[in-house]
């Protein structure tokens, strides 16, 4: 069960899947959370050539319009606090400026999920690249939910990368007490080189689904290509609303995980995604 949440605002359009989906981890949970709103003088520097003899205007723009992202976001982290307030929750809010991962890594120890959002397929937050979005999924050492708008209102299951790891048996049990499903079926890829290994796999998480008393399809898959590039392609095919995957699984999955599967995933769907350590 989560007991604290740090959710993490950066004045982008992923903030409002972030209040929606605090609001549900905190009728279901009820989870105190921390808001915390992030924002980097980097975040308002315009790219835009300047001409010679005008740096002062853009330098006086710049931080006129960092000024007002500042406001907004602490606006935002307000509004979230007292949304959770209403629903019954505890909430603290803060703000802070500065590199994300820094700010991050100091406060991430002390919560059981952090949650974070995203505006579409491709892209990282606000803050973060897409390649610094990959290493706080590879480097964070709690749960990470990153919330995209694109799928979460729209997809209709949830698609679930299970490599029979105690660690991905863990992940799919918390999530499933975080009370996000919604009723929406569990989609199971199993993926081995042979078909034999493949199928006791697909057996087992058979059996782990079946104690969870939720709709479910296991979808059992011998690799003719790299596992990766199976697995991978599956996940996105499927256009669920939001994917779970263990970080810290099998020796084997390690590789894909902290190689290319969040970048694949990231870049390749649009769906929430909770990373399990």
């Excluded at 308002?44 to 406001?71: C, F, I, M, N």
């Excluded at 892209?123 to 694109?150: E, K």
């Excluded at 058979?206 to 898959?221: G, T």
């Excluded at 011998?222 to 596992?227: T, V, W």
Aim: with cysteine; net charge positive.
């Amino acid at each position: 069960m989560v007991h604290h949440v740090l959710a993490v605002l950066d004045g982008s359009p992923g903030d409002a899947i972030v209040h929606q989906t605090t609001a549900a981890l905190v009728s279901h949970c009820g989870a105190k959370v921390d808001v915390l709103g992030l924002s980097d003088p980097d975040q308002a520097t315009s790219r835009e050539a300047v001409p010679a003899g005008a740096l002062h205007y853009k330098q006086e723009a710049d931080a006129r319009r960092y000024r007002d992202l500042k406001d907004e976001i602490a606006t935002r982290v307000e509004l979230l606090a007292a949304r959770v307030r209403e629903a019954g929750g505890e909430a603290t809010a803060a703000t802070a400026e500065g590199q994300a991962m820094t700010e991050l890594s100091r406060r991430w120890n002390g919560h059981d999920l952090l949650s974070l959002g995203r505006e579409k397929r491709g892209q990282g937050t606000r803050l973060l690249s897409r390649r610094g979005l990959i290493r706080l999924l590879r480097d964070c050492p709690r749960p990470v939910l990153i919330n995209s708008a694109a799928q979460l209102d729209n997809g209709e299951s949830i698609a679930i990368a299970y490599d029979g790891s105690a660690e991905a048996k863990t992940a799919v049990r918390q999530f499933l007490k975080l009370g996000l499903s919604n009723g929406r079926r569990l989609e199971v890829v199993c993926v081995r080189p042979d078909a034999d290994d493949a199928r006791r796999l697909a057996d087992e998480a058979e059996r782990l689904c079946a104690d969870a008393k939720v709709s479910y399809e296991i979808h059992q898959l011998a690799a003719d290509r790299h596992p990766l590039t199976v697995l991978a392609n599956k996940l996105v095919a499927l256009q669920p609303a939001l994917m779970v995957a263990a970080s810290r699984g099998a020796a084997s999955w390690r590789e894909f995980v902290f190689g290319s599967l969040p970048a694949r995933l990231i870049r390749g769907s649009g769906a929430t995604l909770y990373m399990h350590p």
